[in-house]
């Protein structure tokens, strides 16, 4: 007989409670069955906290290892438990536990008129016409309102799709036969009472693992109107690709979970956008898509289960263009929405968009572009050819599986200093709530130059007593834990203590070791030395926010002068509005990813040992 488990779903409604019946399963996965969604960022594998909960009533179970590591023996005392870990052999009441207050989250969208002042030739694809259609009027004549329209614009019938064909009837007769025929090629996308010739937007989207950024264009002048970016809500079901894609692997309703989250993200982008322009979101008759393979499936609706399996293989990799009610994207329903070609498994449409927006393919000299993020990228491109890789970081930078993480959000410790002490920056200015991706790279450079960290990562608790006094007492061991404390309870405004744990290390190490060896292994496959790479760019929302000296000093880029090292923005967007604005650079976007040739980090042999060194830091320099 299964277990009942009551669920407190909302800490400010006691009344607001569901029963689960629990078959032998963890906490997590009979919530989900039923209906209760329980955020689990790690995917549900007991490396990080989203998912904790605090009994109640009822006997908690024993603590796992994974409640131990994650949660500390504070919280395990007081009751809470990993739902992806726990397992109760008795009825219970259970409160979820609140989230950690991220708000005002700090996300990176393209820089207004960067699209427009790039020297592209702007043709959208997307034609108006105003045109005089005469009305059927003679009861003998055989013909229709859509005969008429085919008569005006010298079309076929096969070029009106059902949406359009809906609207005829009013459309003709609304100011006496004058309309305006939207078409996009040979496909007519909306006919409109009246003369619309000067409405004519679209949306460059950028779907990414972590974030989601959507900027709305006008296709004439290619001027930037507004953009809105939030996080992407799937990652309550997992903050990296794996987790993601084991999540709806093999499983239709975890997959349509998926992708209806992701829709109705864009739809709400759609709406905000319009609000915010003064558009109609009716005449929107383009939008161009990237993001990285698997963002790709899940929001086609298209199972992602053999991209998570050797040989890694996408379902489909060649540009798509599909009307807007396929989605469904709340814009002209016949709208084109065009996603941009995939390379490989993990590397997808969004490196296709960096390449286009960094010219990276017309290299006269040898380049690298990085896009850092959970799904990372690495591209080279050298005056004859064009390499690319994944470095997946993993979430770690978005504050992931890291004792204090957080995102980029108001109240994150974004700026790190150390002297004799330590002193911090926090997003927003507000009292401390946690560290994120930049604060974590500046206090490991700092942690570093003190002595306080080793080059093999390890909190140097046994040589504290050289360090400034103040440091030194921040250099802790308690029970079997190496701790660093960045800020005590009260300092700062801290309403607790902030700690970096030396798993917390570790997980950085192995993110900024994917990064690196990416980088290191096309250094390597191209077959040229470190000094001929020209240029570095860094690319993506994280990418920009991490401070180019202290990324040199803990490995995560190739050491370089910090004059060959330059922020790109969010060049994955940039190039999704360039690819909006001109059809000849989406045409490009087909043969740059034909060119592209993927290299497969885990299967070469020498990626092994190049991973290994570039988990270990750089030693001081002397």
């Not at 131990?68 to 870990?85: H, I, S, T």
């Not at 709530?433 to 093999?456: F, K, N, Q, R, Y």
Request: net charge negative.
């Amino acid at each position: 007989m299964a277990l009942t488990l009551t669920v407190l779903t909302d800490p400010a409604d006691p009344a607001a409670r569901r029963d689960v019946a629990l078959t032998g399963g963890n906490v997590l996965k009979a919530a989900q069955a039923a209906g209760i969604e329980i955020t689990a960022i790690c995917g549900g594998r007991g490396r990080c906290t989203s998912c904790r909960i605090k009994f109640v009533s009822g006997a908690p179970p024993p603590p796992t290892l994974g409640d131990e590591v994650q949660l500390g023996a504070d919280l395990v005392r007081e009751g809470y438990r990993l739902a992806c870990q726990c397992r109760p052999s008795e009825a219970a009441i259970v409160q979820l536990a609140p989230p950690l207050q991220e708000e005002s989250f700090q996300i990176l969208a393209a820089v207004p008129g960067a699209a427009r002042a790039s020297g592209v030739v702007i043709d959208a694809g997307i034609v108006k016409q105003v045109v005089k259609v005469d009305l059927p009027r003679e009861e003998h004549r055989q013909t229709s309102d859509l005969d008429q329209l085919l008569t005006a614009i010298g079309h076929e019938a096969a070029d009106v799709g059902p949406s359009v064909l809906g609207t005829l009837p009013a459309a003709l007769r609304g100011d006496d036969g004058q309309v305006t025929v939207t078409t996009f090629g040979r496909r007519v996308l909306a006919v409109e009472r009246g003369d619309t010739a000067l409405m004519k937007f679209g949306l460059a989207i950028d779907v990414g693992t972590t974030s989601v950024v959507t900027t709305l264009l006008e296709l004439e002048s290619g001027e930037q109107l507004a953009a809105v970016s939030s996080l992407n809500p799937q990652s309550a079901f997992g903050g990296d690709l794996m987790s993601r894609i084991a999540f709806a692997q093999f499983n239709p309703g975890n997959l349509r979970k998926l992708t209806t989250r992701i829709v109705g993200l864009l739809n709400q982008h759609v709406a905000e956008v319009c609000r915010e322009a003064g558009v109609l979101s009716k005449w929107i008759y383009k939008a161009v898509v990237v993001g990285n393979t698997c963002m790709h499936h899940l929001l086609l609706g298209i199972d992602p289960s053999y991209v998570g399996l050797a040989p890694y293989a996408p379902v489909m990799r060649h540009p798509l263009v599909l009307p807007a009610r396929d989605l469904p994207l709340k814009i002209a329903p016949e709208a084109r929405v065009c996603l941009l070609p995939l390379v490989a498994g993990f590397v997808g449409a969004d490196a296709v968009a960096v390449a286009i927006a960094t010219r990276i393919y017309a290299a006269t000299d040898v380049r690298v572009a990085v896009d850092i993020g959970t799904n990372g990228e690495v591209l080279l491109g050298s005056p004859d050819r064009l390499w690319a890789c994944s470095a997946p970081a993993g979430p770690a930078f978005e504050g992931s599986q890291i004792r204090h993480g957080m995102r980029g959000a108001s109240g994150a410790i974004d700026r790190v200093t150390i002297d004799d002490d330590v002193h911090v920056h926090t997003i927003g200015e507000t009292d401390p709530l946690g560290i994120c991706g930049s604060g974590l790279i500046d206090l490991l450079a700092g942690l570093l130059d003190a002595g306080v960290i080793d080059p093999t990562g390890l909190i140097q608790v046994e040589r504290r007593d050289e360090l400034p006094p103040r440091l030194g007492d921040r250099v802790v061991m308690r029970g079997e834990e190496r701790q660093f404390i960045v800020l005590r309870a009260g300092e700062a405004g801290a309403a607790r203590e902030i700690v970096l744990t030396q798993d917390d290390v570790r997980q950085v190490q192995l993110a900024k070791g994917a990064i690196a060896s990416g980088v290191a292994m096309l250094i390597h496959v191209a077959g040229i030395r470190l000094d001929g790479v020209a240029e570095l760019m860094l690319a993506g929302g994280f990418g920009n926010y991490v401070s180019i000296p202290s990324a040199l000093r803990i490995g995560l880029i190739p050491a370089l002068p910090v004059e060959r090292v330059r922020y790109v923005g969010n060049a994955a967007s940039l190039g999704a509005q360039l690819c909006l604005l001109s059809e000849a650079e989406r045409s490009r976007a087909a043969e740059i990813a034909a060119r592209i040739e993927h290299v497969s980090l885990a299967a070469h042999p020498d990626f092994e040992q190049i991973f290994v060194d570039c988990m270990n830091f750089p030693p001081l320099a002397s």
